[in-house]
């Protein structure tokens, strides 16, 4: 059916739409429908869920089209991706280039255009580089974590009418044709759209008589398939398995459902193993490791175009995120029971011994303790706060001296020369063995003083 619609400014559009469905099959949406999730719609949808408009997104295909298309995205467009908090994803993501290079077919010539030129602010005068079906998935998990958004795939918009308040779309969908009702359409569905179609209105643009042709290069490599049988993490992977199995749901409570999505916290443990098995100590390092080790990527079920965390994010996340959660007792749980389940452990005789393990503080950076003034600005570490904060909960014993010197960085370990020839500051870990395989039952950190043990 055609009809006429008389639009605030004059102008008539001519509608076409499919025969209305009724009763059940009308489906009211609250907000907005955005037909197309290309770029544009994504976008679209994210600026209006950002601003608290429910919103629909409606699209033909079943998945985010990923052949090859934009690859560059311009200072006003970053600008755009900033207001949309995607930023930080975006340039974590891409790559950045201050100039951009074009040929002429014509003439041959290789023309190379300095943004920086044309604008004072020469520090954001970027292009970022990624492709657009990247640029959407980033969106779509953005826009999956804000409340009231839908997306519906294999949805294709067929039909369209609207009167004084509502606009009611028609879409053929894998079960039929469906109608929905919402305030307000937006088409977003590209060049051929069927949405202007409907609306009777003209393409505005220009077609290149030129034809292009674009691929995706694949290429066919099994990351499986080169790590062999006999490697350390291949032989450990199995048990490594079964012991995080359970991790994702113990630390549910720790993510939130907003925000940019954290660092997979078996991720983080698989390369903390990696760290543990290879002597990595630094984190920094660690992080560079598994992103060039083939072994490692494997391990930590990383593909080879996944990305590896940040350093800073890493340490954040081990050091605070997860600090409350209890994580290492967890899995250090998970590890005694699952030496059970094989027999490893036979609860008859058991022996008690301990270590002593480096603190990470700098042995010629302690003081006397009434040389410290705690209250002094950069002496509020979080090792501080958490020993200052111990100080105040513990009751004074008097037959306990007063240690002679303290680690400014890390006050609650204990100046020692146990273990070592030299002093140094450290921690006593304390074990409860079963002596049948050996296998640590329990395990305690105390200072490295004989009073803690
Ligand atoms: C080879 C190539 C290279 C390019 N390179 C660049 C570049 O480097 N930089 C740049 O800025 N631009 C580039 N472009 C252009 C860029 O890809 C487009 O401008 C961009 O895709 C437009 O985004 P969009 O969201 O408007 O539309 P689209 O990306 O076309 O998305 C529209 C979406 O709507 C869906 N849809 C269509 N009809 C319906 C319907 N009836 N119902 C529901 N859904 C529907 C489609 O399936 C699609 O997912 C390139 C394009 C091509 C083809």
Redesign the pocket.
Known sequence: MQVELRCANGNTLLCWTNDTLEGDEMERREGVIV????????LTALGLARNGIPVTL????AQ??D????????PT?VKILERLGLLADAIAIGLKSWTFTFRVPSTGTVVAVDNRLATDDRDNAYNLHFG?HILARLVMQHLERLPHTQIRWN????GLKQDAKSVTVT?DTRDGPIELQADWVIG????????RHLLGLPFEGHTWPER?V?TNLFYDFNLDEVIPESHLLRRLDVFVTTVLADLHEQLRPFYSDIGRPSVDPELMMRMLIVGYCYGIRHERKLCEEVKLHLAYRWFCRLDLDDRVPHHSTFSENRLNRFRESDLLRHIFERVVMACMAQGLVKGEGFAVDASVMEANASRYRGKAPDEIDWAQSGRQSRAVAEYLASLEHEEPNPDRKSPKVISLSDPSSAWTAKANKRVQFGYGLNYLIDIENAVIIDVEATPARTYDE
């Not at 409606?58 to 295909?61: G, H, I, M, Q």
């Not at 977003?188 to 759209?193: A, E, H, L, V, Y």
């Open positions: 037909v197309g999730a290309g770029p544009v719609g994504f409606l699209e033909a295909e985010i089209n052949s090859p298309r934009a690859a560059v995205y311009f467009t657009q949805t294709r918009v067929v879409a977003t569905d590209g060049g051929r759209s069927a949405v292009f674009a």
